[in-house]
């Protein structure tokens, strides 16, 4: 699209990242010349102005969908670390509403409710299984069948049934009549916090001010989904 514009430009490769295109830098455009080819894009002003009058913070945008565009971009000098900071920002959709994250996190976060959908109804497989004694507590593998073509069953294992992430396992209450031994799942804080982000991601706020801001990090939510892919794994 540079090319066709004739526009010079000259591209910046992460090392660190497997030389991954990360960046563009073009030569000084302005007026019509400047807003026509790159209007959709989250733009940097020159090193020298940027650094003598940085940005507002935190209002850095790309929308939660395919077509969405930035509202003020954000300037990070010299680079940045992975922070587990919240992340702050309010992205615009191409409808005019405001999220708090851009797409590729709404995505991660889509993906990580997909997991904690299906460890709500192991979580619940879980519990009923703690009502009986050890050497009862089995279920049924599915995708398992044994030479006579009957379903295999096997016995309840929480590295395999438990969403760790997402639920710790506590001593049942006595008063509810289960074994001595047995284990209910009660979800963390993180579950709360996640299904906080998720619904605030999920529904867009036709005010920027009325957006809720994340309560994970962008680290944290990559951590977490990193943790849920390798738990689906070993599964």
Request: include cysteine.
């Amino acid at each position: 699209m540079l090319a066709q514009a004739d526009i010079r430009f000259a591209p910046f490769h992460e090392p660190d990242r497997h030389h991954e295109l990360t960046a563009l830098a073009t030569e000084p455009l302005c007026g019509r010349r400047r807003r026509a080819p790159l209007r959709r894009f989250a733009l940097l002003g020159s090193l020298d102005d940027s650094r003598a009058n940085p940005p507002p913070p935190s209002t850095s945008t790309a929308g939660a969908d395919d077509s969405a565009r930035p509202l003020v971009p954000q300037l990070f000098p010299g680079g940045s670390a992975m922070s587990t900071a919240p992340a702050t920002s309010v992205f615009r959709t191409s409808f005019g509403m405001f999220v708090p994250c851009e797409r590729a996190t709404y995505r991660k976060l889509k993906r990580i409710r997909h997991f904690a959908t299906f460890a709500e109804a192991e979580r619940r497989r879980w519990d009923r299984s703690q009502r009986r004694l050890p050497h009862n507590r089995n279920f049924k593998r599915f995708r398992l069948r044994d030479a006579n073509g009957r379903f295999v069953r096997e016995l309840v294992d929480a590295r395999r049934m438990i969403f760790a992430p997402f639920y710790a396992l506590d001593a049942a209450d006595t008063s509810l009549g289960f074994p001595p031994d047995a284990r209910l799942a009660r979800q963390t804080e993180l579950l709360t916090r996640f299904s906080a982000d998720y619904h605030a991601a999920r529904h867009p706020k036709s005010a920027a001010g009325e957006v809720q801001p994340l309560q994970l990090s962008l680290a944290q939510i990559d951590d977490l989904l990193t943790r849920i892919e390798v738990w689906n794994v070993k599964r």
